[in-house]
């Protein structure tokens, strides 16, 4: 199972759902890292359950424990190892599913895949309860990148349909990115965000759920990082977000609205003042060529809606092979997009250190 990503810097997840624990293996740290541990178990706490109603009413502490890597929270040189605990589970609710396999989950190909050896419950390794190891380990990513002057922040950007305003793919400072981290919604434009919640609530109501899309910038990243064809920063990036569940796309800068453009108004100007290359436009979102021009990386990724939900669907029973009507029970999230906005800024700074390290060995 490739559960293990990243060249330089390697992070390893591992657990279940409801196993006794889910945790991280993180290679790679440079020694001598100072890593504020307060300040992950708040970013944690970002994406952790069971504080919101538009959110599962699993509750879970997400407190991590630190098995080895750090010394008096600074790093030692040797792996990284971290283990949180899950105390909140309930297995009974996914009983029906080891024959009956949810639409639009990972539960048929699983079952296919493994030859029915999965762990069902809560959707086992395929579940968004894997996203706190990955925020453990983007977390601290985080703090690694501020100190090369590097910020990363993301927020909602769309909930079913309804925008946020978007961050200025030009021109973008390191505070705005980090506007919306101390709001429980995390928008730009708070009515909007009333109206999104309201679009939850209701699809909640009828049994349903809603997707939507995450946008992230960091801003700071300095001119020549990455490579060239398959190991650009695009690339890099949108590996690692194709990584969170539930993510089904991936667009940097002005995205696929480039196709309806022309080149005069694509193309990103560049003015030399005072004595150094400045950009008219940041179109391309932080890089050409898989390299990083110096601007903003924004990038979105679009969420797909929760496929636990109550309404009744399609289904299969895998042991009768016949046709069966499914509602799932349980506890689920209404809309993932509201959790993921940490979880999209753990994954991009990732892939951002990751390759900050690399270009140091060019």
């Not at 086992?124 to 996203?131: E, K, Q």
Request: hydrophobic share 40%; proline share 5%; with cysteine.
């Amino acid at each position: 199972m490739a559960s293990r990503i990243g060249k330089n810097i390697s992070v390893s997840i591992f657990g279940q759902s409801h196993s006794a624990g889910i945790g991280c293996v993180v290679e790679g740290i440079p020694a001598g890292k100072k890593i504020d541990l307060d300040e992950l178990q708040a970013f944690l706490s970002r994406r952790a359950p069971g504080g919101m109603p538009w959110s599962t009413p699993r509750k879970e502490a997400d407190l991590p424990e630190f098995l080895g890597g750090l010394v008096n929270g600074v790093t030692c040189g040797a792996p990284l190892a971290a283990l949180i605990r899950n105390t909140n589970t309930k297995s009974s609710d996914y009983d029906e599913l080891r024959r009956v396999p949810r639409p639009g989950h990972a539960d048929y190909v699983a079952n296919v895949k493994f030859h029915g050896a999965q762990d069902v419950s809560g959707g086992g390794h395929f579940s968004g309860r894997l996203t706190a190891p990955l925020c453990i380990a983007g977390g601290i990513a985080i703090q690694l990148l501020r100190d090369e002057g590097v910020e990363v922040g993301a927020h909602i950007a769309r909930i079913a349909g309804i925008a946020d305003d978007a961050f200025a793919l030009h021109g973008l400072s390191s505070t705005d990115v980090h506007v919306a981290h101390a709001k429980a919604f995390p928008v730009l434009n708070d009515a909007q965000g009333e109206r999104m919640i309201a679009a939850i609530a209701e699809a909640h109501e009828a049994g349903d759920s809603v997707g939507g899309i995450v946008e992230c910038a960091a801003t700071g990243m300095p001119v020549g990082v990455g490579e060239p064809m398959f190991d650009g920063v695009e690339n890099a990036v949108a590996r690692m977000l194709f990584g969170i569940p539930a993510v089904k796309g991936v667009e940097f800068g002005r995205g696929f609205d480039v196709a309806d453009m022309c080149g005069s108004e694509n193309n990103d100007g560049m003015r030399i003042v005072d004595g150094r290359v400045v950009f008219e436009s940041n179109n391309a979102g932080g890089a050409n060529g898989g390299i990083t021009t110096g601007e903003p990386v924004v990038v979105r990724c679009a969420f797909k809606p929760t496929p636990s939900i109550s309404r009744a669907q399609h289904s299969i029973d895998m042991q009768a092979g016949t046709n069966e009507g499914l509602s799932v029970h349980g506890r689920h999230d209404p809309c993932v997009v509201v959790r993921a906005v940490p979880v999209v800024e753990a994954a991009v700074a990732l892939a951002l250190y990751d390759l900050l390290l690399e270009s140091r060995m060019d």
